[in-house]
Nanobody
Framework: VQLVESGGGLVQAGGSLRLSCAAS????????MAWFRQVPGKEREFVAH????????TYAESVKGRFTISRDNVKNTAFLQMNSLKPEDTAVYYC????????????????WGQGTQVTVSS
């Protein structure tokens, strides 16, 4: 599975962005999907997870109520809708796919995108 993120950019605090993660291949629906983020000098941080069928979602406390993860298994795409953005949301955002048990653990995911930069100005 190859993953390609898009939709990052520069936005003012309080604004919104929608990230997309397009997956190649016909096995997209076999994998749970997640979004992580990373700032220089820090470890990659879990943001959100969605189950294979899209029924179950899980969020980091820092984004709960502001971010929404979703997926379209027909279009092989996952999304992250980010509202009420804060400067501390600035990071490179990565989508990931895998058959996981520990959903917040980086090593659980087999496939990663190249990342997309999100910058939130104050």
């Amino acid at each position: 599975v190859q993953l390609v993120e898009s939709g990052g950019g520069l936005v003012q605090a309080g604004g919104s962005l929608r990230l997309s993660c397009a997956a190649s291949g016909r096995t997209f629906s076999r994998y749970a999907m997640a979004w992580f983020r990373q700032v220089p000098g820090k470890e990659r941080e879990f943001v959100a997870h969605i189950s294979r069928g899209g029924v179950t979602t899980t969020y980091a406390e820092s984004v709960k109520g502001r971010f929404t993860i979703s997926r379209d298994n027909v279009k092989n795409t996952a999304f992250l809708q980010m509202n009420s953005l804060k400067p501390e949301d600035t990071a490179v955002y990565y989508c990931a796919a895998g058959v996981v048990s520990a959903i917040g653990k980086v090593s659980e995911y087999d496939y990663w995108g190249q990342g997309t930069q999100v910058t939130v100005s104050s």
